[in-house]
């Protein structure tokens, strides 16, 4: 059964069985926004027989809270597989993944499986909805997970009304009981965001989230993902939610308050872009 008032230091600390880091790893940014999420000289290779294809190039990247971040580049550059490295869903040959001052990439699988249940929210492209739940109950299986079987069941009424709750908010009070089959592409990523949003995840991570749909649509599920940023509305910082949203698509990065560029495995900074520091 999960333990609910584990911090990621506690995750991190019985997972490796050693200290957790200094506070000096949290570090923070001139404009006074904490890093959450940060790779620190990543390396990929993906290999094939003899063949390595090497993905990852050293790749820096910071995401600060509260930002809206956009990772653009060329198909094949290598944004999937750098987001995958950030949500620990895939390990790095060499480099580091840090999050909110703790390092992650080394974690045991138990406690990446932890890490990413409780403070990351995914989002992708196909949905990864479980065809055989409704809308309702595929919102509520990182509640499951997190909890376990007898402290979710004990909890199920409230825990219920949080997924229909966030399944209304994202428009689906309507669809509570359909299952992905029965659903629209629309349907199904909103589902998915509200499934992202069930544990109060500290970070989204999307990667081509309207790669799937028409043009309006993908443009109603990007209105969703900038309301939760809470940045367009003028939210505080503190009350934001940090977005990373891969996209090859350069008029979805536009509206992003930073854009990313990877050619080829590497960050370049010379088209990097920010639009606005949010505001501490
Ligand atoms: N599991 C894998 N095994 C082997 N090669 C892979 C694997 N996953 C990705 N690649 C290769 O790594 C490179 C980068 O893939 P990645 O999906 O990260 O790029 P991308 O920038 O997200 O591309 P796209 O915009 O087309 O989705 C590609 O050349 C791809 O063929």
Known sequence: MSNDTTTLAE??????????????????????????LESRNLFK??????????VLKGVDLEVRAGELLAIVGQSGSGKSTLLHCLATLDEPDDGEVWFDGMRV?????????????RYFGMIFQAYHLLPELTALENVLAP???????????????????????????VGLGHRLRHKPREMSGGEMQ?????????????????????GNLDQ???????ELLHGLNGSASGAN????????LVTHDRSVAAQADRVVTLVEGRVDNAGARQRAEPAA
């Open 11 to 36: 995750l991190m600390h019985r997972s490796e069985n050693r200290p957790a880091p200094a506070a000096s790893a949290f570090r923070n940014t001139a404009a006074g926004c904490p890093v959450l």
């Open 45 to 54: 290779t993906y290999r094939k027989g003899a063949l390595g294809v090497p």
């Open 105 to 117: 990439d080394n974690l045991p699988r138990r406690g990446r499986d932890r890490l990413k249940n």
């Open 143 to 169: 509640a499951m997970i997190r909890h376990g079987v007898f402290s979710y069941l004990a909890q199920k009424r409230q825990l219920k009304a949080r997924a229909t709750e966030l399944l209304e908010t």
């Open 190 to 210: 909103r589902t998915a965001i509200a499934r992202a949003l069930m544990n109060e995840p500290r970070i989204l991570l999307a990667d081509e989230p309207t």
């Open 216 to 222: 309006a649509t993908g443009e109603g599920v990007l």
């Open 237 to 244: 910082q503190a009350e934001r939610l940090t977005v990373v």
